[in-house]
């Protein structure tokens, strides 16, 4: 386990299709995160989960935007009726859970709406 | 929520000068405080960070300085090299919830 696996690295889609994106987090890491990040802004709080629990979800995942994390390892972002605005580069990050502790973040999917 | 401010959005320094990134954060109740290096096309990671009951840690040429009062903390970068050009983010989180500063581009010329 080497750290945090996004897949897939880019994605391109047209206007109006679903799109599913996948974080495997950091085997002992119970806590996962989704970020996304426009360019030139740093990365913005997306919902976190502990284990498989949903536990916080920011006003910007509007109801076009899923995620899961069923098993409490890997996680999945899925976002319904792509817009132009969706694109972003959506990060996922572990950690511990350790209050205060470092996140690692994952290399990120790269979404572009056209 | 938690507001952090990020300052300046770019630097530009001599290499083996120093560099310094300040940032302010809203929420008291923040009690840790990271930083993070993004080189383009790639993750952020993590290249310092400190908790809020210390005021100043320090990692070889890189350094973080916390004051609570003020809700500011900043990174100084010494004796700067080409390879520390990056966005540099800093973060100030709560329990589950970290916000990230805006960002800062540091170019170090050779």
């Known amino acids: 386990d080497t750290g945090v696996s996004q897949d897939p690295r880019h994605k391109i889609t047209k206007r109006g299709q679903n799109v599913t994106f996948r974080c495997d987090p950091i085997s002992e890491h119970n806590r996962l995160y989704w970020y996304r990040q426009t360019l030139g802004q740093g990365p913005e709080f997306l919902t976190y989960?502990?284990?498989?629990?949903?536990?916080?979800k920011s006003r910007l995942l509007s109801d076009r935007f899923s995620a899961e994390r069923p098993k409490g390892s890997f996680s999945t972002l899925e976002i319904q009726r792509t817009e132009q605005g969706d694109s972003a580069m959506y990060l996922c990050?572990?950690?511990?859970?350790?209050?205060?502790?470092?996140?690692?973040f994952g290399s990120g999917t790269r979404l572009t709406v056209v | 929520g938690e507001n952090v401010e990020q300052h300046p959005s770019t630097l530009s320094v001599q290499e083996g000068d120093s560099a310094v990134i300040k940032c302010t954060y809203s929420?008291?109740?923040?009690?840790?405080f990271p930083w993070y290096k993004q080189e383009l096309g790639k993750r952020p990671q993590l290249i310092i960070d400190i908790r809020s009951n210390v005021g100043e840690k320090k990692d070889q040429r890189i350094a973080v300085t916390l004051n609570k009062t003020a809700k500011h903390f900043s990174l100084h970068i010494t004796e700067t090299q080409p390879e520390d050009s990056a966005v540099y983010f800093c973060a100030a989180t709560y329990l589950n919830d970290m916000r990230f500063g805006a960002g800062t581009r540091l170019t170090v010329k050779p």
């Open positions: 989960f502990q284990n498989e629990a949903q536990l916080e």
């Open positions: 929420d008291s109740a923040s009690n840790y």
């Open positions: 990050a572990s950690s511990s859970g350790t209050q205060g502790g470092g996140y690692t």
